[in-house]
Every structure is written in structure tokens, then in C-alpha cells.
């Protein structure tokens, strides 16, 4: 089973209702787990930066 997110563990608080609902749910997710960290754009973002927005093209 593989997880992704692009928020630091840190931040987590943030987007969750109570920094003890994220606390918690991390504890869950990460107890024997294997963290993998990766920095640098994502394979997305860049392809998003090379296409043309759709409203941009003149008709």
C-alpha cells in the first residue's frame, strides 16, 4: 500500500479539523512504515508548465 502527499508531516494540522485528529492519524499511518522523501518538482507540475492553458489560445 503506497500514500502520497505533497504536505510535510508538520503541516498536516492545517488541513484536518484539530491538530489532534492529525497527530493521531499520522501515528496510525506511519507506526512500521517506511517514509520515502523526495524533493523537486513532480513529473505533473512539469508537464503542466509545458502545456498551453486552453483560455490563453486566441480564437
Known sequence: LGIGSHWPFDQW????P???TAVSLLDRLLHHSIVVVTEGES?????????TPAR????
Do not use: D, P, V
Open 13 to 16: 494540522g492545517r488541513f484536518l
Open 18 to 20: 484539530e491538530h489532534t
Open 43 to 51: 513529473f505533473r507540475m512539469k508537464q503542466a508548465r509545458t502545456r
Open 56 to 59: 490563453l489560445i486566441k480564437k
